[in-house]
């Protein structure tokens, strides 16, 4: 099986303390880029959900968002700081005793100085919270994964109809070509004969010319290879895994093969069927940029 490189995959992990939400987009991109967007209690997870990302994608821009809801009441705990409450309490009445001020402190008034009581978060369990957060992750990795493979499997029956179509225009050429050399050895010994009339006409001339006029216009080393570029792609999109970028390549070098092709085309009927199979190539060169 082959994967498209577009994909979209959704999932949440609720239990009795937190809900975990992660969704994963990606677009093509020539190697794997992931952009992850989760709340900063979450950033200490990075690499470990970088190396998670690995064992479902090789290629593609790939954004992952995080959410996470918290369900426990008693994650937070009210702190007194005791030795900034006693700094607050001695400059107060170093300020009294300055100024010949009323000393009017009371518990009261001090508590809610900055800092002296403060919530602070309980520890963490980590590896309780990465458990939580890996089994959302692969959830929707296995939902992403599954988009890829299904919009791949439509990619793949609409590049193996196109290199058929472009077979086809393999097989025309190569019908052709001989009718070609046939035709203009035809038109050759007309107008010979036209200019000579009734002298005899040089065969071996004639034959020299036809060979010269072969050479320009012989496309058959393009067509065995094209043949065999056009096969390799089918074989490697049956055979599936992550062959993006080798039928890339092979997709330049059928590109290579139809320029030379339209560059030596002497005959309105062969240059028309090049142009289309240089089209198709096309075509097929736009739907590989997105296989993984």
Known sequence: MIKSMTGFGRYEYVDEKR??????????????????????????????????????????????????????????????????????????????????????IRVSTLSRYPDVFVMEEQGIDEKELWSGLEKAIRGACEMFVASRINEGENLKNDLIAKLDNMISYVDFIEERSPVIMKEYRTRLEEKIQEILGDRQIDEGRIATEVTIYADKICVDEEMVRLRSHIQATKDALLEGGSIGRKLDFIAQEMNREANT?????????????????KTDIEKVREQIQNIE
């Not at 994650?75 to 001020?101: F, I, P, V």
């Open 19 to 104: 809900k975990f939400t992660v969704e994963i987009k990606s677009v093509n991109h020539r190697y794997l880029d992931v952009n992850i967007k989760m709340p900063k209690k979450l950033n200490f997870f990075e690499s470990s959900i970088r190396n998670l990302l690995k064992e479902y994608m090789e290629r593609g821009k790939v954004d992952l968002y995080i959410t996470y809801e918290d369900y426990t009441e008693d994650n937070y705990s009210l702190k007194y700081n005791s030795s900034l409450a006693g700094e607050y309490l001695k400059y107060l009445r170093q300020m009294a005793e300055e100024y010949g001020l009323d000393d009017d």
């Open 261 to 277: 092709t339209l560059s030596k085309a002497n005959n309105l009927e062969i240059a028309d069927v090049g142009i289309n199979l």
